[in-house]
């Protein structure tokens, strides 16, 4: 286990408890290379308030992998998880983010989730992003 491993570790481990603010702040604060063990950590959390957490520890880092990440984590089923994913993208914002979010809102449509809240907020973002890309 390497430095970033333990530093991993050591505060995904606080983000379940009373020094889960402390925690969180670390995660942001990292170097970018945690990104990854961040995203492993998301995948393998059964709960939706660490894995809502986790999304927005991510999206702060604001790197390229991040938008992909989030064009996943969009599918997680609980309303705190998906509504910090649709934050991060109108954080990161641009072209790519609002191509994923288009997608992702047509693979919805197309399941039958045409009116969905999920589909409302996710065209909201995407008109939070144009918005921002004109100011």
Known sequence: ???LDS???????R???PESEDACHSLIEAEDGIVPLLVTAFGTEANPGIRAMLVKIIWQHRIPEAVEFLSEALNDSHPEV????????VAIG????ILKLELARQRMQSAGQRESVRTEWIEE?????????VA
């Open 1 to 3: 286990m390497n430095d």
């Open 15 to 17: 983000l379940k408890g």
């Open 7 to 13: 530093y991993a570790a050591y505060y995904l481990e």
């Open 82 to 89: 998906w509504r910090n994913v649709l934050d991060g993208f």
């Open 94 to 97: 641009g072209p790519v983010a």
């Open 125 to 133: 973002a995407i008109q939070q992003i144009r918005r921002g890309s």
